[in-house]
């Protein structure tokens, strides 16, 4: 989600984001489809010219584009029943109704697109029928899913809240966890193994586990992969879950370390253990994991 930001760069950005999320996580053959709504004044025109339409050829319609004619006429361009598609196709493209103002942001967000090197195919009967869209909408679509293609979708939207004189704007996207595994599995992308984390902390006492949150964020801000035990619990579980992750170092903190301003370093790998005093615990790290 980008919230509270209208802008057409904003929209390009945001899918730019999704795009480049897709190829890290191991999607190269995922397709980009992207179209406008229009903005909200652009809506009576663009249902009116739709409907002069359909009504037509109602009689050609499935059952259920039938009912979405009463309660959301808009449900009628993207309905899966290849006969409903092949009317809609057929129609006056419902974007030549809306206002220059309206082409002018979609361009805009075309032209993002094409600096930002994101390849798409404009669809003009890609509308996402839920009401509170505005100006771009967009769906990534993957061959290795069959009909059911989509992976991910999203899009500009103005939603109205009761006790908000202004409706919240914003773009944003979701995904289907499944259905991006099965985009993976489809391209034969290998599942990375877990990482081994390099440092597990073991807090005996509250004193301890706070000391030991700082250290965590000094850590990490070093590059260093940390993780640690947020619960109270004795020394032997938490050395057992430091082997279960099979951490590379674990450190150790109690009363006793506390008071010295100190902690125990342990090296997983050979069982060797000193301690280092607090201040010398990143430079400790650094030296042994080179």
């Given at each position: 989600?980008?919230?509270?930001?209208?802008?057409?760069t904003?929209d390009?950005?945001?899918?730019?984001?999704?795009?480049?999320?897709?190829?890290?996580?191991?999607?190269?053959?995922?397709?980009?489809?992207?179209?406008?709504?229009?903005?909200?004044?652009?809506?009576?025109?663009?249902?009116k010219?739709?409907r002069?339409?359909?009504?037509?050829?109602?009689?050609?319609?499935?059952?259920?584009?039938k009912?979405?004619?009463?309660?959301?006429i808009?449900?009628?361009?993207?309905?899966?029943n290849?006969n409903?598609?092949?009317?809609?196709?057929?129609?006056?493209?419902?974007?030549?109704?809306?206002?220059?103002?309206?082409?002018?942001?979609?361009?805009?967000?075309?032209?993002?697109?094409?600096?930002?090197?994101?390849?798409?195919?404009?669809?003009?009967?890609?509308?996402?029928?839920?009401?509170?869209?505005?100006?771009?909408?967009?769906?990534?679509?993957?061959?290795?899913?069959?009909?059911?293609?989509?992976?991910?979708?999203?899009?500009?939207?103005?939603?109205?809240?009761?006790?908000?004189?202004?409706?919240?704007?914003?773009?944003?996207?979701?995904?289907?966890?499944?259905?991006?595994?099965?985009?993976?599995?489809?391209?034969?992308?290998?599942?990375p193994?877990?990482?081994?984390?390099?440092v597990?902390?073991?807090s005996?006492?509250?004193?301890?586990?706070?000391a030991?949150?700082?250290?965590?964020?000094?850590?990490?801000?070093?590059?260093?992969?940390?993780?640690?035990?947020?619960?109270?619990?004795?020394?032997?579980?938490?050395?057992?879950?430091?082997n279960?992750?099979?951490?590379r170092?674990?450190?150790?903190r109690?009363?006793?370390?506390?008071?010295?301003?100190?902690?125990?370093?342990?090296?997983?790998?050979?069982?060797?253990?000193?301690e280092?005093?607090?201040?010398?615990?990143?430079?400790?790290?650094?030296?042994?994991?080179?």
């Amino acid at each position: 989600e980008n919230a509270g930001t209208v802008s057409a760069t904003a929209d390009a950005e945001s899918i730019a984001m999704l795009m480049q999320f897709l190829k890290e996580v191991g999607i190269n053959d995922a397709s980009l489809l992207i179209n406008t709504r229009g903005a909200f004044d652009d809506r009576a025109p663009a249902e009116k010219l739709l409907r002069e339409q359909l009504t037509e050829r109602r009689d050609e319609l499935c059952h259920d584009c039938k009912e979405r004619m009463e309660r959301n006429i808009w449900r009628v361009i993207d309905c899966k029943n290849p006969n409903c598609a092949t009317i809609v196709d057929s129609l006056t493209e419902i974007t030549s109704s809306f206002s220059d103002e309206t082409k002018e942001y979609f361009k805009d967000v075309c032209v993002a697109l094409d600096v930002l090197d994101v390849s798409y195919k404009i669809e003009p009967n890609l509308v996402r029928g839920l009401d509170y869209y505005a100006h771009t909408v967009f769906e990534v679509t993957h061959p290795g899913l069959g009909a059911q293609n989509s992976i991910a979708g999203g899009g500009r939207y103005e939603v109205s809240l009761p006790g908000l004189k202004r409706p919240v704007v914003g773009v944003g996207f979701a995904l289907g966890l499944e259905r991006i595994i099965m985009a993976r599995e489809a391209e034969g992308a290998i599942t990375p193994l877990p990482k081994t984390p390099d440092v597990y902390l073991i807090s005996l006492g509250r004193d301890a586990k706070l000391a030991n949150l700082k250290s965590a964020s000094m850590l990490r801000d070093a590059s260093f992969s940390v993780i640690g035990c947020l619960e109270e619990k004795s020394m032997k579980a938490q050395m057992r879950a430091a082997n279960r992750v099979s951490a590379r170092f674990v450190i150790i903190r109690g009363d006793s370390e506390l008071e010295k301003g100190t902690c125990i370093c342990k090296n997983m790998a050979n069982s060797d253990q000193q301690e280092v005093p607090e201040c010398k615990l990143l430079e400790f790290l650094q030296s042994a994991s080179s």
